[in-house]
């Protein structure tokens, strides 16, 4: 059984890619072990799929190679797929941040990539298990796929990264990486919630369910949208976006109240709830069960009109520059996406070929490449994946 091109992975990249390839008179067989293509497109963006962003640029990606995304997404930009989006009469809306949702559902981005497939002829084989991959001696590839052996003179591996195991998600693509002789950057669960320690997690116990407008900040990087606390310390997009900057050990400060001198509206509000507790003052302004949080870390005690500058001044610290230490993060269960992966220095930029393997190409999460959250990621899926169907 021969083929042209093996994509292994009928994820976003992978999809994409065969279209691409088969559009080019390939002949391309597309393997992925789960029971259904696009899964991970099925429950994004709570089921709307953020197929991409406006604002898309090689700044908002993290790499060890922050420049090797730059060609891909010039080449193959957001434009290029929302005018597929379009042509497939799919209609969509912008949310915040040129963040871009389906009206409908995510289905329909998956029916428009599996209508590409069979319009350029792939084959795809689902439920089928990808065993080895090896180099032939003539050149070419033979891949185990189902217990058979299926040559090709070119494999795309577009098999994701470690997130979300529950769906199927495995380290294959890594261990094809590392048998050629590639290097890995270790991996990591990247857009994923943060966890406290118990000492803070009592003290933030009534606060689980609680959502606010916050900027959280970890060393120089600050990421200005929504909080939420949870059972396990803290989520929201805020949280989600700096986790991926965020590592073991890492302090984060947390602005609860960002572009309001709380300073000055208790001032003002002095002359009129001046015998209010300091905690009820405050209530006014934001949850009242955050405001007895916050109260009580600023150390400020009795009511609003026996506040100082000083009292004021912790309180004011404790709101906009709240600073703690999360233990850990809710790992690849929960995360959105994983860091590290297939070390660019080893691949071309133009093609994703493997520099050390011709042949062998490396697309979307599986490659040390991540995105930010809100559409940055399927991005870099179809960018990746036209680099590499142009050519492989």
């Known amino acids: 059984m021969e083929f042209d091109v093996i994509v292994l992975g009928a994820g976003a990249a992978g999809m994409f890619c065969a279209a691409e390839a088969g559009q080019r008179g390939r002949r391309v067989l597309l393997v992925d072990h789960a029971k259904k293509p696009g899964e991970k497109i099925r429950i994004s963006g709570g089921g709307r799929c953020n197929f991409t962003n406006l604002n898309i640029s090689a700044e908002k990606f993290l790499s060890g190679n922050p420049r090797f995304a730059v060609s891909a997404l010039k080449r193959f930009t957001q434009w290029d797929f929302i005018a597929l989006v379009d042509a497939a009469g799919i209609a969509w809306h912008e949310k915040t941040l040129g963040q871009l949702f389906c009206d409908g559902s995510a289905k329909q981005i998956i029916a428009m990539l599996t209508d590409r497939l069979s319009g350029a002829g792939v084959e795809t084989r689902l439920e089928t298990q990808v065993g080895n991959v090896r180099a032939l001696d003539g050149g070419g590839f033979a891949v185990s796929c189902g217990g058979l052996d299926v040559r090709a003179e070119a494999v795309v591996v577009a098999t994701g990264g470690k997130s979300i195991p529950k769906m199927g998600a495995t380290g294959i693509g890594y261990k094809i990486a590392e048998q050629f002789g590639l290097e890995l950057v270790p991996t990591r669960a990247g857009l994923v919630p943060l966890t406290f320690g118990p000492a803070l997690l009592e003290r933030t116990a009534a606060l689980p369910g609680i959502s606010v407008a916050a900027r959280v900040s970890c060393g120089r990087t600050s990421f200005e949208e929504g909080l939420l606390f949870t059972h396990r310390g803290l989520s929201g997009p805020s949280v989600l976006q700096v986790s991926s900057y965020w590592t073991e050990g890492d302090e984060i400060a947390v602005d609860l109240m960002t572009g309001v001198d709380v300073v000055a509206r208790l001032s003002d509000d002095r ?93 979307g999460e599986v490659v040390d490449v991540t995105g930010w959250l809100g559409g940055y990621n399927f991005q870099w899926a179809w960018s990746s994946g036209w680099a590499a169907g142009q050519v492989c």
């Open 271 to 363: 002359s009129g709830f001046g015998k209010l507790s300091i905690k009820n003052a405050l209530a006014r302004h934001m949850p009242e069960k955050l405001a007895a949080l916050v109260v009580e870390e600023a150390g400020v005690l009795g009511t609003l009109g026996d506040q100082g500058k000083a009292s004021l001044a912790r309180l004011s610290a404790a709101l906009h520059d709240w600073r703690m230490k999360p233990t850990g993060s809710e790992g690849y269960r929960t995360a959105e996406v994983t860091l590290g992966g297939v070390d660019t220095n080893g691949l071309d930029s133009r093609t994703m070929e493997a520099r050390a393997q011709p042949g062998l190409y490396f697309i």
